[in-house]
Each structure stands twice: as C-alpha cells, then as structure tokens.
T-cell receptor
Framework: SQELEQSPQSLIVQEGKNLTINCTSS?????LYWYKQKYGEGLIFLMM?????EEKSHEKITAKLDEKKQQSSLHITASQPSHAGIYLC????????????FGQGTELSVKP | GAVVSQHPSWVICKSGTSVKIECRSL??????MFWYRQFPKQSLMLMAT?????????EQGVEKDKFLINHASLTLSTLTVTSAHPEDSSFYIC?????????????FGPGTRLLVL
C-alpha cells in the first residue's frame, strides 16, 4: 500500500474554480513537500511544511499541514490553465537525510 | 541557486544494450544523491541512494545488478541500466539533498527519458 495517499487521482475543473488536493499519511510527517510536474519534465518546488498547523501561500496556491502532521491539503483559488499539471506530495522518510517518498500524484486539468 | 543537471535528457536504445545516465551537482558538492523512476501517469519511486565513496543503498525490489550506481566524485553520480529491456523504459530523475538544512527542498535534476526498443 502507498505510504502517502493522494486524492483525487485526477481532477478536471473549469477555469476560475477553486480546488483542493489532499495528501494523507498513516505516519507522522517530518516534512511535507508539494511539487508540480508535467510528465517527462522536472519537478517544480511549490512549498514545504514542517510544523503542525502550518499554512503557506504562494500566489493563488495555499498548503496546510494539520495539527497531527498526518495530512496536508493544497488549495488553488481561481484556477487558471497554467495551473494544469501533476501535483505531487512528498515526505521525508524519518530522518534519513534528503530521501523522499511520494504520493501517487494528482493530475489537474483546467478547462478554459 | 543550486542546480542539478542530468545527461542525456533523453535516450533511445536497443534491447540488450546498457545505458548510462549522469547526474551532476553544478555548483555544490553532494556526498549523497537519490535516484527515482517514474512511469507514465505514475508517481516517483525511489530506487536507490548513491553514496560518494561507498556502495549505493537500494530500495526493496530494485535489482542492484540491473541498475548500477557509481558515485565516483562529490559532484557526479551515474546510473547504468544494464541489458536494458522495454520494461525499463521510464523517466529517471536524480536529486541531491538540501545544503543548508532540513527546511529546504531537495534539488531535482530535469530528468532523463529512456526508451528501450
């Protein structure tokens, strides 16, 4: 089974609509990363959350980490076609340096 | 900022041949690098940890004789897919840990797309 569960696996929204992607772990997260990717291309770092209850925003994207540090959500406000892509959550595996494990990814399509 | 490069960016080879992929840290030294594989419509799967001057550490289920990793210097790690077969076709990405501390992201390379015919 996946250590990090992302939902939904795919999402199609109309331009201008808000959306949320979730990332859930059965274990306490020591650091939770959100990335954006187009398949066949590198990862674009969005933000990192470490503390329970932490929330960060960048432009129209907001990410939160719950108090128990087992779930994170990524929220996009007023989506645009440029937001389309694959969103991946990644988590540190314990304290093992920079090793990350990833969720299955959420493929987002934004209809103009 | 820190940059990790990969070469080649894409490669097509015949079944049975070996392919070498390079991962370089361009303006910093990395004693550890990570190799990931990504199949279409799937997430990144950690394959192995490359350690400078010592043997690589492979994740469960990854064949070490199939995927040879060499971390010969502080700026270069190589992944060699030996006797490649069509099922090895995938997108391979390397990364280096953050330099300043745990609050930073890993530095990911742009990836190498491998197609085995």
């Amino acid at each position: 089974s996946q250590e990090l569960e992302q939902s939904p696996q795919s999402l199609i929204v109309q331009e201008g609509k808000n959306l949320t992607i979730n990332c859930t772990s059965s274990k306490t997260l020591y650091g939770l990363y959100w990335y954006k990717q187009k398949y066949g291309e590198g990862l674009i770092f969005l933000m990192m959350l470490q503390k329970g209850g932490e929330e960060k925003s960048h432009e129209k994207i907001t990410a939160k980490l719950d108090e128990k540090k087992q779930q994170s959500s990524l929220h996009i406000t007023a989506s645009q076609p440029s937001h389309a892509g694959i969103y991946l959550c990644g988590a540190k595996r314990g304290n093992q340096g920079g090793k990350l494990i990833f969720g299955q990814g959420t493929e987002l399509s934004v209809k103009p | 900022g820190a940059v990790v490069s990969q070469h080649p960016s894409w490669v097509i080879c015949k079944s049975g041949t070996s392919v070498k992929i390079e991962c370089r840290s361009l303006d910093f030294q990395a004693t550890t690098m990570f190799w990931y594989r990504q199949f279409p419509k799937q997430s990144l799967m950690l394959m192995a940890t490359s350690n400078e001057g010592s043997k690589a550490t492979y994740e469960q289920g990854v064949e070490k004789d199939k995927f040879l990793i060499n971390h010969a210097s502080l700026t270069l790690s190589t992944l060699t897919v030996t006797s490649a077969h069509p099922e090895d076709s995938s997108f391979y990405i390397c990364s280096a840990p953050p330099r300043r501390g745990p609050g930073e992201t890993q530095y990911f390379g742009p990836g190498t797309r491998l197609l085995v015919l």
